[in-house]
């Protein structure tokens, strides 16, 4: 059975490599250098700043973007109870649109904790 973390990431990385390595990607990596700093520990701290992404990414039912905050939130050290208020949040913020987002959050979540570190 395919690895859904393993799956995702994957193919983020040969995805972003193909993006970055194209001469005319200049605009793109200023975007990507914008992104690493926001997220980077300031007077919010970095497990923080990744459950915001979160919620954003919920409600803007974007689901490549909530499995990479689900990552980089489990990483700044993001437990289930945090998680789970936090997409509680999203889809109280977003509405019931947000619901089947919601349910693939959950499903990668548990991927990612069920895991091997």
């Not at 194209?22 to 990744?50: C, H, M, W």
């Not at 619901?99 to 548990?110: G, K, M, Q």
């Amino acid at each position: 059975m395919e690895n859904p973390v393993e799956s995702f990431n994957e193919y983020r990385s040969k995805m972003n490599e193909k993006l970055l390595g194209d001469p005319q990607s200049k605009l793109i990596k200023r975007i990507f250098n914008l992104d690493t700093n926001a997220y980077s520990e300031g007077a919010l701290d970095v497990k923080t700043k990744e459950l915001l992404g979160l919620v954003a990414s919920a409600v803007l039912r974007c689901d490549d973007c909530v499995k990479y905050h689900l990552e980089h939130a489990k990483n700044a050290g993001a437990q289930h109870e945090e998680i789970m208020e936090t997409l509680g949040i999203a889809t109280l913020v977003g509405g019931t649109i947000v619901v089947p987002h919601l349910r693939r959050a959950y499903e990668y979540w548990e991927a990612l904790q069920n895991q091997q570190s």
